[in-house]
């Protein structure tokens, strides 16, 4: 069955950095993009990254651009998610997302960026 399983977070303090990770199984992950989302407390799920299955194409929510980088190792089917300069705004549970479809999610990781 398809799984995600995510991992990699953590608390740290604003200007800081943590590489999350998104082990893929159950399809045939080179097949897809792989997409990460949030979701802050009392707000809904938001678009974060996404990478085409070879990696030639890579998008960015506005809030994250240029601090976060998305990449995949399609050999180890997984996804990271490198997140530089972290800011308190950007603490959330992430989760990646494969639609194949349908969607399917992972449980998530917590990331809290306070000092």
């Known amino acids: 069955q398809v799984q995600l399983v995510e991992s990699g977070g953590g608390l740290v303090q604003p200007g800081g950095s943590l590489t999350l990770s998104c082990a893929a199984s159950?399809?045939?992950?080179?097949?897809?993009?792989i997409y990460w989302y949030r979701q802050a407390p009392g707000n809904g799920r938001e678009w974060v990254a996404h990478?085409?299955?070879?990696?030639?194409?890579?998008n960015y929510a506005d809030s994250v651009k240029g601090r976060f980088t998305i990449s995949r190792d399609n050999a180890k089917n997984m996804v990271y998610l490198q997140m530089d300069n972290l800011k308190p705004e950007d603490t959330a549970v992430y989760y990646c997302?494969?639609?194949?479809?349908?969607?399917?999610w992972g449980q998530g990781t917590q990331v809290t960026v306070s000092s």
């Open positions: 997302n494969v639609r194949l479809p349908p969607d399917f």
């Open positions: 990478i085409s299955m070879r990696s030639d194409f890579k």
């Open positions: 159950g399809f045939t992950f080179d097949r897809h993009y």
